[in-house]
């Protein structure tokens, strides 16, 4: 399936065959990157998120900080190659796309991550 048609999918409702897991969010976040401005992309894409997680029965799995991390390192990861394809960035970022152990493990203290206000708000890394 190409970029917009998963995009709109996902927007959709639509969980993609295999689901919806951690390299279908990174893949997401980076089509929303390619389309528009950081702070665009960042709100289109959490809002995206929160109601394919209503629309599925989950809306408490929603993580502001995870999500917000996640779109700031996949934004910097872009840069000088905006016109790269998602399989190419795929390969090149083989970090981004691994759940367990998660990248963001280098900048988070697993407690601040398992926290409320984690999930409720952006909270700064604390490694």
């Given at each position: 399936?190409?970029?917009?048609?998963?995009?709109?999918?996902?927007?959709?409702?639509?969980?993609?065959?295999?689901?919806?897991?951690?390299?279908?969010?990174?893949r997401?976040?980076?089509?929303?990157?390619?389309?528009?401005?950081?702070?665009?992309?960042?709100?289109?894409?959490?809002?995206?998120?929160?109601?394919?997680?209503?629309?599925?029965?989950?809306?408490?799995?929603?993580?502001?900080?995870?999500?917000?991390?996640?779109?700031?390192?996949?934004?910097e990861?872009r840069?000088?190659?905006?016109?790269?394809?998602?399989?190419?960035?795929?390969?090149?970022?083989?970090?981004l796309?691994?759940?367990r152990?998660?990248?963001?493990?280098?900048?988070?203290?697993?407690?601040?991550?398992?926290?409320?206000?984690?999930?409720?708000?952006?909270?700064?890394p604390?490694?």
């Open positions: 399936m190409d970029d917009r048609a998963f995009v709109e999918a996902f927007e959709a409702g639509e969980e993609p065959p295999g689901g919806f897991h951690h390299r279908e969010h990174v997401v976040a980076w089509w929303y990157l390619t389309q528009h401005p950081l702070p665009d992309a960042l709100s289109r894409f959490s809002g995206a998120l929160k109601r394919f997680a209503l629309a599925h029965g989950k809306p408490g799995l929603y993580h502001e900080t995870i999500t917000v991390a996640f779109v700031l390192l996949i934004n990861r840069d000088g190659a905006q016109d790269e394809p998602w399989t190419a960035f795929a390969e090149r970022n083989p970090d796309l691994t759940w152990p998660s990248i963001l493990d280098r900048y988070y203290r697993a407690e601040t991550l398992a926290s409320d206000r984690a999930r409720r708000t952006f909270v700064f604390d490694r």
